[in-house]
Structure formats: C-alpha cells, structure tokens
C-alpha cells in the first residue's frame, strides 16, 4: 500500500502562485505515472496534469497550460505541482494519483482557494 501525502494548499490571491507536493511512502516512486487532478464543488474531477515515468513526459489540461508545471523532485518520491497565474476558478481540492500497472493510489487531498 503506498501512501500519497499531499501538502502546500491554501488561500492565494489572483495571480499569485503555490506549490504543491505529492509525497509518497514509496522509494520507486519513479516508477509510477503521477497525475494532479482536482475536484472543484459542482464540479466534474478534472485532470490538471501528468507526469509518466522514465523519461517524465508531462502532459496538462488545456485550463492550466502555461500556467501550471508538474516534476518529479531530486528524492524521486517526491512530485510537484507549481502553480502560477492562479485564477479563482483554479479554486478545488486538489488530489495527487499514483498509477503503476493495476495499481492507482490517491491522497487525501489539499485545498487551493483562489480569492481576493
């Protein structure tokens, strides 16, 4: 069982920026395809972006392109979502997912609250 802690939400004004972390319990953590997903209330689950592993291929919803950048840190148990530009409708609970072959893990979740 891995365990995915999340961390780094909050309140930002618009146009400010965060960062989120995705920690996880597991050493090959290189090993799994990582997406950042959020769930806004009223709102579909949304995929904001996914990193594979090997060679990290990245990938993003159309809402966040050019503004949002997700990577793999040096500890490599380790993933980031950077945040910048943020708008009031990036306001959601934001989730970290795992996958490696039948496998999906989620964490809890952390709170992004855009507003002035």
């Known amino acids: 069982q891995v365990q995915l802690v999340e961390s780094g939400g909050g309140l930002v004004q618009p146009g400010g920026s965060l960062r989120l972390s995705c920690a996880a319990s597991?050493?090959?953590?290189?090993?799994?395809?990582v997406g950042w997903y959020r769930k806004a209330p009223g709102k579909l689950r949304e995929l904001v972006a996914i990193?594979?592993?090997?060679?990290?291929?990245?990938s993003y919803g159309d809402s966040v392109k050019g503004r949002f950048t997700i990577s793999r840190g040096g500890a490599k148990n380790t993933v980031y979502l950077q945040m910048n530009d943020l708008k009031p409708e990036d306001t959601a609970v934001y989730y970290c997912?795992?996958?490696?072959?039948?496998?999906?893990?989620w964490g809890q979740g952390a709170q992004v609250t855009v507003s002035s």
């Open positions: 997912n795992a996958n490696l072959d039948s496998l999906t893990y």
């Open positions: 597991e050493t090959r953590f290189s090993m799994y395809l």
């Open positions: 990193v594979t592993n090997g060679v990290g291929t990245t």
